[in-house]
């Protein structure tokens, strides 16, 4: 995938108070924690991909599991693929597990001017 056609920013132990939280105050930010070769994180990206392609004011990141844990365990995750979004630097909800394009939507259009 070339950088400008890129939807879900990567993040790590040492970006992750610049990408959450300084950068992106007043901003809703969605964060996936995976990790490669699991199917449900596959299957979970391509999901929120089609979230960041419809919402660009939604700022999505993910955080792979594999080789950062400091905010996996701040967060308290216990299985990836987690699903979590920040609503200035707070966490106002997590989702474990892979779910359908409805239920994200759902969920997001809570904290959306617009309805989903």
């Not at 992106?24 to 929120?48: H, K, S, W, Y």
């Not at 259009?109 to 989903?116: D, F, R, S, T």
């Amino acid at each position: 995938m070339s950088e400008e056609l890129l939807l879900i920013s990567p993040t790590t132990d040492l970006t992750w108070q610049k990408d959450i939280v300084d950068d992106n105050a007043g901003a809703m930010v969605l964060v996936l924690f995976e990790a490669d070769d699991i199917i449900p994180c596959e299957q979970l990206r391509t999901v929120i991909e089609k979230v960041a392609d419809k919402h660009p004011e939604v700022h999505v990141f993910s955080y792979d599991v594999n080789a950062e844990n400091a905010y996996a365990k701040t967060h308290d995750v216990k299985g990836v693929p987690t699903l979590m979004l920040f609503v200035n630097g707070t966490r106002v909800w997590s989702l474990p597990g892979h779910q359908p394009l409805a239920t994200i939507e759902r969920l997001l259009a809570k904290h959306l001017e617009v309805p989903a």
